[in-house]
């Protein structure tokens, strides 16, 4: 008799999960992002997360979980429930901190299932308006010439204004301060402003200052100059071995039903074709990735591949935090 109570408690039990999976979403989905409200993570989260909602017939909820270069927020969506109500947009930084963390409290490719890739990010060089230097060759003396006091603001250890100043200090061998914030949105607010000398971040961030002049512009770390900002040159072009474009993605906990996470990657493949999307990433030097890309295999792959990309870089920098 046991027995059989047990066995049709857990038949109940999966009916009403496999009914819950089917029928979601019933309630709001929270997508945490891992920096700062208005920077560069939050913008593209907020242009996406609109008709996403939309597709899935449910509201979408922006968390903004600072702190530690995004590995809070990650650590916190790892641990939530699999059920499709926590999403976690992150960037390349999910890719480079399992090498830069002594202590991560996850495993990005185990505890995460992927939803789809999103979007790839060129980065630009900037200084603050009345910094010295005018051009990426002037930065470059500048810093080795100035070291002790020149300051480069980023968003922490594993955020992709660190990754990237790693890269340019490795390129002109020399260590300059860092200062850290929660995002690179309050970051450039205090470039603006001449709290700090320079910085490098994402065009969703970006394009509308160096358009406006607030900042000076030095370069694109892509290997092709930008149709949005055509008279900025590439890093290779100013004479600098140095590449890295940011690419970001949706995750859900390890464990979410299969046909939860579909319905997640179909709504965002369907925003990712919105032209209002597409038109305001144009504007912001990006573009949605293809189709085709916006799946798990995809994400998977890429994550996979950008992990092992980046370990021996950072190693041989030889940053690291716990
Ligand atoms: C942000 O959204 O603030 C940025 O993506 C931070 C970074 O990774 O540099």
Not at 22 to 41: C, H, L, R
Not at 57 to 63: A, F, M
Not at 148 to 159: F, H, L, P, S
Request: hydrophobic residues 40%.
């Amino acid at each position: 008799m046991k027995k059989l109570v047990a066995a049709l408690a857990a038949a109940a039990a999966l009916y009403s999960f496999s009914a819950s999976a089917q029928d979601y979403p019933t309630q709001p989905i929270t997508i945490v992002v891992p920096f700062s409200a208005g920077g560069p993570t939050d913008t593209v989260t907020r242009l996406i997360a609109e008709p996403m909602g939309k597709a899935l017939g449910q509201s979408i909820v922006i968390q903004n979980v600072t702190g530690a270069g995004g590995t809070v927020a990650a650590g916190q969506v790892a641990k939530a429930e699999a059920d499709g109500y926590t999403v976690l947009m992150h960037h390349i930084g999910m890719s480079t901190a399992p090498t830069l963390y002594k202590n991560l409290p996850y495993n990005p490719l185990e505890d995460f299932a992927t939803v789809g890739l999103v979007t790839e990010v060129p980065m630009t060089i900037i200084g603050r308006k009345d910094f010295e230097p005018n051009t990426l060759q002037e930065l470059v003396d500048y810093a080795k010439a100035n070291k002790e006091k020149v300051t480069y603001a980023n968003a922490g250890i594993g955020a992709a204004s660190h990754l990237c100043g790693m890269l340019f200090m490795e390129a002109i061998d020399t260590q300059l301060t860092t200062v850290p914030y929660q995002g690179t949105g309050p970051a450039l607010t205090d470039l603006v402003g001449g709290q700090v000398d320079f910085m490098c971040d994402q065009t969703t961030n970006t394009t509308g200052q160096i358009k406006g002049g607030q900042v000076k512009a030095y370069a694109v770390t892509t290997g092709e100059r930008l149709a949005s900002l055509p008279d900025l040159p590439t890093t290779t072009e100013a004479g600098l071995d140095m590449q890295v474009s940011v690419w970001h993605g949706l995750y859900v906990p390890a464990g979410t039903p299969d046909d939860v996470v579909q319905k997640l990657t179909a709504a965002l493949q369907t925003a990712l074709k919105d032209q209002n999307v597409i038109d305001r990433f144009a504007e912001l030097g990006t573009t949605p990735v293809a189709q085709e890309r916006a799946t798990p295999e995809a994400h998977t792959e890429t994550l996979s591949s950008q992990t092992e990309l980046w370990k021996p870089i950072i190693e041989a920098a030889g940053v690291s935090a716990n």
